[in-house]
């Protein structure tokens, strides 16, 4: 089922390029190694505001977690420093989970939203294909059990292959 889901993925987000604008990428797909390890798509909706798409998925010995999510951004150039920019914004996410080691949407299962901020450091390499990204992810947490209240130990290093 995972690869299913990152076949699906990959194929949305080749869907979803087009044309180059006047930011040094347009779209990008790849991972962001954080918490949890997601999988994720940034389309540049004009020059300076981007959409992020993620899905991620976390195991822990007492539960687990698959979440899906987007993220709306608002990107500033660094003045000084070609194709770094930092950006902010805000989102949400929806939260499955389960208590157990078996991982599925049964009645063992959950629902949890969460309403995250943004803010980051993004850079695009140059002479190669290649885009990084640094973020800080506060979340608040809106359901039951262990996925409720404030998080602000969140974010990410995001490393995504750009679509130009």
Known sequence: MKKLFFLFAFLGAMFFTNAIQAQSYNSAIGLRLGYPISVSYKKFLNESNALELFAGYRGYSFYNWFNVGALYQIHKPINGVDNLQWYFGGGASAF?????????????????????????????????????????????????????????????????????
């Not at 390499?125 to 809106?142: E, G, R």
């Not at 409720?148 to 969140?154: E, T």
């Open 96 to 164: 499955f989970y389960n208590y157990g080691n078996d991982f599925d949407f049964g009645d063992s299962g959950s629902f949890g939203l969460g309403l995250m901020g943004n803010l980051g450091l993004d850079y695009k390499f140059p002479d190669t294909p290649i885009n990084l990204s640094a973020d800080w992810v506060p979340t608040i947490f809106i359901g039951n059990g262990y996925l409720s209240g404030f998080g602000g130990g969140y974010g990410a290093l995001s490393v995504r292959y750009t679509l130009n």
